[in-house]
């Protein structure tokens, strides 16, 4: 970062770094004592990003970063990130020797994978691991004390394995009914009571279990969509324990600029007519910038007003119609803030009868991002160039 980047199209999305600070920072000053801040960022920093946020997260207080793949964690270590990494999906035995050699901690809940694994990494290097345990999920993890007593002594007796940590995940966080989860943190505790020994890490937080239950801070939160800014489901919204802060907007900018007359036609199949004479605008953004069809209809800020998407949205653009003319280049914001209005990522999931998570992390790799700091641009990466 730090350099100039080329952009060819006006279309990007702009990632406003002191919100993630800011949201770091808090939740960092919530956990309880002696507990660390995971950074997650898996997808691109939730389509953020990864380098840029785990630089800011990294700087207001996290200490650990958390991917899904294999592949996220070496992205980042070619990004030159040195910080302890987590990859808290599966990997392939075979490249746990990679993992190792990265120092990337690798997430394990199979004994098999265990003996498979060792034969691929180094005498003298160790891989450090997270044992997974599946306490209501029933998505990825350890579920007996049988199979958690193999796993253990496996790894404790090659000295290939450092047990660094244990964790699991929580199904109903989010949800205002709490029955779930504390049946899933009782089985929690349960579980690590039939270790021989607790590993340094004991983590079991996301977002929601992170600001909802001090409780289950343990010794780490994973801190992924509430780091972005973003509530994990509406219901938590009311009762967040501090106020989140939005890092994503996106952006536009008019192309071209037409008067169309009563009975006239826009975009395919011919499916949107001009009631009367209309000014209409075109915007270089579509659906493979993830603006998604379903879009259809939603409005975006134009001048701090909310102007309405008319016709179909065609894969790299759309129009939409405005009270009247405007220059080409004009700013168009589709997501963040404009001259006081605001369209949150609440509202385009609220459309797309989706979640936030899922809003910015479908903004495609063909949108640049542009990091600003102080209200300044501060870098940015075309994943194009
Ligand atoms: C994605 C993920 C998180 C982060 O969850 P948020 O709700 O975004 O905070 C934490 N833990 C695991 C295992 C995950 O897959």
Redesign the pocket.
């Known amino acids: 970062m730090g350099e100039q980047i080329k952009i060819f199209r006006d279309t990007w999305a702009e990632i406003n770094l002191d919100h993630i600070s800011y949201n770091v920072e808090s939740m960092k000053r919530h956990v309880s004592d002696g507990a660390i801040v995971i950074a997650?960022i898996?997808a691109n920093g939730?389509g953020h990003g990864d380098a840029a946020v785990a630089e800011a997260a990294l700087e207001a207080g996290a200490s650990y970063l958390?991917v899904?793949t294999l592949d996220e964690a070496m992205a980042l270590r070619k990004k030159k990130i040195q910080a302890p990494i987590l990859v808290?999906g599966a990997s392939r035995p075979e490249n746990a020797g990679d993992a190792a050699k990265e120092n990337i901690a690798l997430t394990v809940f199979q004994k098999d994978w265990l003996s498979n694994a060792k034969e691929y990494i180094r005498t003298g290097e160790e891989l450090r691991i997270h044992l997974k345990f599946d306490t209501g999920m029933g998505r990825l993890g350890i579920r007996s004390r049988n199979e958690l007593e193999g796993i253990e002594s496996a790894a404790k007796r090659d000295g290939h394995f450092l047990i660094e940590g244990v964790?699991t995940?929580f199904a109903t966080a989010?949800s205002l009914d709490n029955h779930y989860f504390e049946q899933q943190l009782s089985r929690f505790e349960e579980m690590i009571g039939w270790m021989e020994e607790v590993p340094k890490y004991v983590h079991s937080s996301?977002?929601?279990a992170?600001l909802r239950f001090p409780k289950a801070h343990l010794n780490a939160v994973?801190?992924?969509?509430?780091m972005y800014g973003l509530a994990?489901s509406m219901e938590m919204k009311p009762e967040l324990p501090f106020p989140l802060k939005e890092a994503f907007s996106l952006h536009t900018k008019i192309v071209h600029v037409k008067k169309i007359h009563k009975g006239e036609k826009v975009s395919y199949g011919a499916a949107y007519e001009a009631k009367e004479d209309e000014w209409i605008a075109t915007l270089p953004i579509g659906y493979a910038d993830g603006w998604v069809r379903k879009l259809q209809g939603q409005e975006v800020l134009v001048e701090g007003f909310r102007v309405p998407i008319v016709g179909r949205i065609c894969m790299d653009q759309c129009m939409i119609k405005l009270p009247y003319e405007k220059p080409v280049g004009t700013q168009v914001t589709l997501i963040g803030e404009q001259d006081g209005a605001r369209i949150p990522v609440d509202e385009i999931a609220r459309k797309l009868e989706t979640i936030n998570?899922e809003v910015t992390c479908m903004v495609s790799s063909r949108v640049p991002r542009i990091y600003k700091r102080d209200g300044l641009v501060i870098g940015g990466v075309n994943y194009l160039l």
Not at 222 to 226: K, N
């Open positions: 997650v898996k939730y958390a899904a808290m964790f995940h989010d996301n977002s929601a992170g994973r801190m992924g969509i509430s994990p998570y």
